[in-house]
């Protein structure tokens, strides 16, 4: 994806978002047994720069707050921002639907 420029409204898509977070461990904790998780985020894309994946839960069509005139629909929100190092990988959720198991149930094979 890697563009600079943020999506249009007729071109959001629905993604996943796999994503590495943070862990700090302070405990007796030796360093080989601390490992950071990997979770998935789904959202409609708002932009995915050099440096920063946008994603949002909400699509408003009919700007329900009046406050965004002028502005193309749908409006976003509920913005989720993952900087670009934490990303492991962007797609469609179209392309995807094999994970829709395991996201549901980690116990799942596949």
């Known amino acids: 994806m890697g563009t600079s420029r943020p999506t ?13 977070d943070v862990l700090a461990d302070d405990s007796w904790t030796r360093a080989k047994e601390v490992e950071c998780p990997s979770f ?3 959202g409609w894309l708002v932009c995915d720069t050099d440096d920063t994946v ?5 699509l408003d069509f009919e700007d329900f707050t009046d406050e965004a005139k002028g502005e193309a ?9 993952f900087p670009k190092g934490c990303v492991e990988e962007v797609v469609p959720l179209s392309d995807k639907l ?6 549901l149930d980690p116990s799942a094979t596949g």
């Open 98 to 103: 094999e994970w829709l198991p395991f996201v």
């Open 40 to 42: 998935y985020s789904v």
């Open 73 to 81: 629909r749908p409006i976003l929100y509920g913005i989720t921002a």
């Open 8 to 20: 249009g409204a007729e071109e959001k898509k629905l993604v996943v978002v796999k994503w590495r």
């Open 54 to 58: 946008k994603i949002a839960s909400t």
